[in-house]
């Protein structure tokens, strides 16, 4: 989950910090044309960057979850962030 709302964090934490956060966020790319099973299954686009966000936007689209998670952190912990280079998708996103 990339919850962008204060109230889901400290509904789930409470007062705990983690020490270690896994996130696979959407690439802010269509799925259709980027991501298959050799053909096997079609998925569907998700609910949000999937392609129709700005470079600025997108980036901003990422900015508030990783302020909440950096703030529901222990010191020393470990964030694992799935996205690609960004060269990857030069070209497929909007500008």
């Known amino acids: 989950m990339l919850s962008k709302q ?3 964090y400290s509904a789930l934490l409470r007062d705990e910090l983690v020490l270690t956060v896994f996130s696979d966020p959407p ?3 269509q799925i259709e044309g ?3 099973e050799l ?3 079609r998925h569907r686009d998700f609910a949000m960057a999937c392609g129709e966000l700005t470079e600025s936007e997108f980036t901003h689209f990422l900015v508030l979850p990783m302020a909440l998670f950096a703030r529901h952190s ?3 912990s470990v964030h694992l962030v799935c996205l690609p ?3 990857q998708f ?4 909007r500008h």
């Open 74 to 76: 222990a010191e020393g």
């Open 27 to 29: 690439w802010n790319v």
């Open 34 to 36: 980027n991501v298959s």
């Open 90 to 93: 030069r070209g497929r996103v």
């Open 85 to 87: 280079p960004v060269q």
């Open 6 to 8: 204060w109230p889901a």
């Open 39 to 41: 053909g096997k299954k």
